[in-house]
């Protein structure tokens, strides 16, 4: 009958006096790492000890015992007893518990004491996660955590994130399916369901990076940094009842509000009391939204207010604040290295003085009651008030000689209104929400190449025309040359339409216009320019010739470019089907031509102007098919295929990524290379034309009695 196999015979452990222990040489680390032995002495003040020390016995030269034992494996833990014992926190004959091995084992101490670093392995850093968990759970605060494991409350928080991950995911992380960064590009957000669709959408993508991961959770929410945010504030949409998602990992400028429709609620609310408290003023009626509509003041008389003179003390306070600037320029101009303190007083003092010299204007009571106000949101969330502007309608009529009534001081055009946007209060109030106009419903989407919509086609060249305007108006000598072009062309060529310029100098405005256009950096730079000039120009119309006088050349062209820009119309305008005999198709086409012409005179560059194929300004609008066409022309055949599979909101997100930075632009917004043209093409020469001698700076001035201007215009 076999002999069953020896069972194996552990070590045994007693507990040993600590003065009966010593340090083995037998000991193999020597290197100082990681946790320092004070620490480990205050751990082990808190929970004792969690380890037993490895000891043998130390013979004497016959080989017999002598009672005391040396300590080949758990050195550290050794030393920080010894300094326990030095600080008397410790009795030096302390019992330690010890697993004795024989003095003269067939493994060597040495074998030991490697095998016990070697064998041991850090917690999975899943472990760690939920641990951390647990011991809240349990009722630790976090700093204590921080404090008993040597690491910050930050390191504790992201732990504390990363365990609220979906379990599903934590499994498919235990099993070495995900990265580390992907499961913290997960934990931003805390909703399970979605954390788990955006993991199976990585299985039919090539990008399965983190900030694809973060990019894909938060395509729904709202940054902090939105301008709806700073002006409702972050406190008083958690206040209602709003989740914010934050990314401990990475630098996220506040984070994500995950309700945006909360978010646009309490937009609305505090329009509408900031509306109110506007519209207690005494004006007829206050206009609220969050961008206003481009061309939203067309039509409207704007009445002139009169600004507030300061006070005896806003005056000498206004002297202080500029004496103390002027000190501070003198004290530190010549200094390369300016404290940060000293730039933070700069700034608040440019502040105070921008606030004391900016006056409120205040108005005719009598125009206040017919006139009212735009109030929208700045990009910084504080409110942007326009006050007094007169609709047609509510102008004062009194009846002429004939009978007939006549409007005073009216003006001629379409009124606000007839954007589609009342401004007519109702009886409890005055303050009337602008609504932005909503598509309609999705068409069903094909499966061939169509053109773009005709309506997506006139937002984009409303874009371009904006563009173009204002290069135009940097661009005096091509701004000259095309204004000239097209008066020769009106008086030589009776029927012609070479020109985009509408040399009516009526401002040119759009039937279609793409939210946030009022706020692009072409429009901003087109406003302060016309401000710069507004406010160097006479207040009276008969004052105007004489001051133009007054400027050189180069200003007079300046000028003039400005003013010519503001009639360049390059937007692709919708032809009814009829002939309405105000536009037709082949008109259109020309002028657009001419556009191109202007365009590569001033060098246009869209993308340097700020545009970008956006989900809200392009995507949204266009079927899939062209989507996938689109990529493929900016980026390539491969990163269409990365995204073929998806459906139209997440293939939308995802060629917005994919094409910001790539400088593509759609097709209506692209101006056409230059073909060889013949000599006496009238657009060649338009391109090639140069400043003429009475508007060029090395020119000598002319003195001509005041009409060299006149016969330049």
């Given at each position: 009958m076999a002999k069953a196999p020896q069972k194996l015979v552990?070590?045994?452990?007693?507990?040993?006096?600590?003065?009966?222990?010593?340090?083995?040489?037998?000991?193999?680390?020597?290197?100082?790492?990681?946790?320092?032995?004070?620490?480990?002495?205050?751990?082990?003040?808190?929970?004792?000890?969690l380890q037993s020390l490895n000891v043998r016995p130390i013979l004497d030269a016959e080989g017999e015992e002598t009672g005391q034992f040396e300590v080949p494996a758990g050195g550290r833990r050794f030393r920080a007893l010894e300094l326990l014992v030095k600080q008397k926190r410790l009795a030096k004959d302390a019992p330690i518990p010890c697993v004795v091995k024989a003095a003269n084992d067939v493994v060597s101490a040495e074998e030991d004491s490697y095998a016990e670093n070697t064998f041991r392995e850090q917690l999975h850093p899943l472990d760690q996660f939920r641990a951390?968990?647990?011991?809240?759970?349990?009722?630790?605060?976090?700093?204590?955590?921080?404090?008993?494991?040597?690491?910050?409350?930050?390191?504790?928080?992201?732990?504390?994130?990363?365990?609220?991950?979906?379990?599903?995911?934590?499994?498919?992380?235990?099993?070495?399916?995900?990265?580390?960064?992907?499961?913290?590009?997960?934990?931003?957000?805390?909703?399970?369901?979605?954390?788990?669709?955006?993991?199976?959408?990585?299985?039919?993508?090539?990008?399965?990076?983190g900030a694809y991961i973060r990019q894909k959770l938060t395509e729904n929410s709202v940054r902090v940094a939105d301008k709806r945010v700073r002006f409702v504030g972050v406190e008083a949409y958690v206040e209602a009842g709003g989740g914010v998602m934050r990314d401990l990992f990475e630098d996220d400028d506040g984070g994500w509000l995950t309700d945006p429709s909360l978010l646009d609620r309490l937009v609305t609310e505090k329009l509408q009391v900031e509306g109110e408290k506007i519209g207690a003023e005494g004006w007829k009626w206050?206009?609220?939204?969050?961008?206003?509509?481009?061309?939203?003041?067309?039509?409207?008389?704007e009445i002139d207010g009169v600004p507030v003179p300061r006070t005896p003390e806003e005056e000498a306070r206004l002297a202080e604040l500029e004496a103390e600037a002027e000190k501070i320029e003198a004290e530190w101009s010549d200094d390369p290295n300016v404290p940060d303190e000293v730039h933070e007083r700069i700034a608040?003092?440019?502040?105070?003085?921008?606030?004391?010299?900016?006056?409120?204007?205040?108005?005719?009571?009598?125009?206040?009651?017919?006139?009212?106000?735009?109030?929208?949101?700045?990009?910084?969330?504080?409110?942007?008030?326009?006050?007094?502007?007169?609709r047609p309608e509510d102008e004062p009529v009194i009846e002429s000689e004939d009978g007939e009534a006549d409007a005073v001081c009216g003006v001629g055009g379409a009124s606000a209104g007839e954007e589609g946007d009342t401004l007519a209060g109702t009886a409890e109030t005055n303050?009337?929400?602008?609504?932005?106009?909503?598509?309609?419903?999705?068409?069903?989407?094909?499966?061939?190449?169509?053109?773009?919509p005709d309506r997506l086609v006139a937002e984009l060249t409303a874009w371009r025309t904006l563009a173009l305007q204002d290069a135009f108006a940097q661009n005096p000598s091509t701004a000259f040359a095309a204004v000239l072009h097209a008066f020769a062309l009106s008086t030589f060529y009776t029927y012609s339409r070479e020109s985009c310029l509408e040399l009516s100098l009526s401002k040119v405005s759009f039937g279609?216009?793409?939210?946030?256009?009022?706020?692009?950096?072409?429009?901003?730079?087109?406003?302060?320019?016309?401000?710069?000039?507004?406010?160097?120009?006479?207040?009276?119309?008969?004052?105007?010739?004489?001051?133009?006088?007054?400027?050189?050349?180069?200003?007079?062209?300046?000028?003039?470019?400005?003013?010519?820009?503001?009639?360049?119309?390059?937007?692709?305008?919708?032809?009814?089907?009829?002939d309405n005999g105000r536009i037709s198709k082949h008109s259109v086409e020309r002028r657009i031509t001419h556009s191109?012409?202007?365009?590569?005179?001033?060098?246009?560059?869209?993308?340097?102007?700020?545009?970008?194929?956006?989900?809200?300004?392009?995507?949204?609008?266009?079927?899939?098919?062209?989507?996938?066409?689109?990529?493929?022309?900016?980026?390539?055949?491969?990163?269409?295929?990365?995204?073929?599979?998806?459906?139209k909101g997440d293939m939308a997100?995802?060629?917005?990524?994919?094409?910001?930075?790539?400088?593509?632009?759609?097709?209506?917004?692209?101006?056409?290379?230059?073909?060889?043209?013949?000599?006496?093409?009238?657009?060649?020469?338009?391109?090639?034309?140069?400043?003429?001698?009475?508007?060029?700076?090395?020119?000598?001035?002319?003195?001509?009695?005041?009409?060299?201007?006149a016969a330049a215009a």
């Open positions: 552990l070590s045994g452990s007693r507990d040993i006096p600590f003065d009966r222990l010593h340090l083995s040489q037998s000991n193999v680390r020597r290197v100082k790492a990681g946790v320092s032995i004070g620490e480990l002495a205050e751990d082990i003040v808190r929970r004792t000890l951390m968990r647990a011991m809240v759970d349990k009722g630790q605060d976090i700093e204590s955590i921080a404090a008993h494991f040597l690491v910050t409350p930050a390191v504790v928080n992201q732990r504390l994130k990363l365990a609220k991950v979906s379990p599903k995911l934590h499994e498919v992380y235990a099993e070495d399916g995900m990265t580390l960064e992907q499961l913290i590009a997960f934990s931003v957000s805390d909703d399970h369901e979605r954390q788990e669709q955006v993991w199976e959408l990585l299985a039919h993508s090539y990008n399965r990076s206050v206009a609220t939204a969050v961008d206003l509509p481009w061309g939203v003041t067309n039509g409207l008389r608040a003092i440019d502040t105070e003085i921008g606030a004391l010299v900016e006056r409120p204007l205040t108005f005719d009571p009598e125009e206040m009651a017919r006139a009212g106000v735009f109030v929208s949101i700045e990009s910084d969330g504080s409110l942007c008030i326009e006050r007094g502007y007169v303050v009337v929400p602008i609504g932005a106009a909503s598509g309609g419903d999705d068409e069903e989407e094909g499966e061939i190449l169509k053109p773009l279609f216009a793409p939210s946030g256009l009022r706020s692009s950096a072409p429009a901003k730079a087109i406003d302060e320019r016309h401000k710069r000039w507004a406010d160097r120009l006479p207040d009276s119309d008969k004052d105007l010739w004489d001051a133009l006088l007054q400027f050189d050349g180069a200003e007079q062209a300046a000028l003039f470019a400005h003013c010519a820009s503001q009639a360049l119309n390059a937007q692709h305008e919708v032809v009814p089907k009829y191109h012409v202007l365009a590569r005179a001033v060098g246009l560059d869209l993308v340097g102007a700020g545009w970008r194929p956006t989900v809200e300004g392009y995507f949204r609008s266009v079927t899939k098919p062209r989507i996938l066409a689109d990529v493929a022309e900016a980026k390539g055949p491969k990163f269409a295929e990365m995204i073929d599979h998806l459906k997100n995802e060629a917005e990524r994919l094409l910001e930075d790539s400088g593509w632009l759609p097709e209506p917004m692209r101006t056409p290379e230059l073909l060889d043209a013949p000599a006496d093409d009238p657009a060649a020469e338009t391109e090639a034309a140069e400043l003429p001698a009475f508007l060029d700076d090395d020119a000598q001035p002319v003195d001509d009695g005041g009409d060299g201007l």
